[in-house]
């Protein structure tokens, strides 16, 4: 996140949506992150997710650790490192949310969303968090937050990178665990993975 802040060419949806925030509270850009985590919880009451270790460091430890970073790198100007900057950075968080959701200590908030809603829908990893950036995104904007082609570049790849990086990081599930990912058969009825086969690579 804050690398995409100091590559400067526009924020991935929620960082629009942190921005847009921050651009109207005297809140720092890491304390809004968190505030936000934690209100994205309240959307897993319906969705029945539950939270674990995963869950609480992901809503306190990244918004601490984007306030640490930002004061750590300065402001680039150079467009020559901005866009592998940029590039990296969206890269990195689909690596990210793979190896952190396959470790199964509990999705951080936007991702249990995330895993929440293919779950109760059906639908595919990549076309549910699609959506929920697309959405955000508008929300951010509407706020104020920094808008440009970075934004484009994660909206449309974080899906499928997201979804990539989940079935390359999968780990069987421990016998006796019901799988927290489904499968969808051809007829589209929702089905509880076997814990003797990957759910990640059954589903996507």
């Known amino acids: 996140m804050a690398l995409q802040l100091r590559a400067a060419l526009g924020l991935d949806p929620w960082d629009v949506f942190h921005q847009g925030i921050t651009e109207r509270t005297p809140l720092s850009f890491g304390t809004v992150t968190i505030v936000v985590g934690a209100a994205v919880l309240l959307l897993w009451i319906p969705l029945r997710q539950r939270p674990g270790l995963g869950t609480v460091s992901n809503v306190v430890v990244i918004g601490l650790v984007v306030d640490l970073t930002l004061w750590l790198i300065p402001e680039l100007h150079a467009l020559t490192l901005r866009i592998p900057l940029l590039v990296f950075s969206v890269v990195l968080n689909g690596v990210a949310t793979g190896l952190y959701i396959s ?42 937050g920094s808008v440009g082609v970075g934004t484009v570049v994660y909206a449309l790849s974080i899906g499928p990178l997201a979804q990539y990086f989940l079935r390359f990081f999968a780990l069987p599930s421990p016998e006796g665990e019901q799988s927290p990912v489904v499968t969808q058969g051809e007829t589209g009825a929702t089905q509880t993975t076997p814990t003797t086969q990957n759910p990640i690579h059954d589903r996507i």
């Open 103 to 144: 470790a199964r200590f509990g999705p951080g908030p936007r991702d249990g969303l995330m895993t929440g809603l293919h779950r109760r829908t059906g639908r595919s990893v990549r076309l549910v968090r699609t959506a929920i950036e697309v959405t955000v995104l508008a929300v951010g904007f509407a706020l104020g």
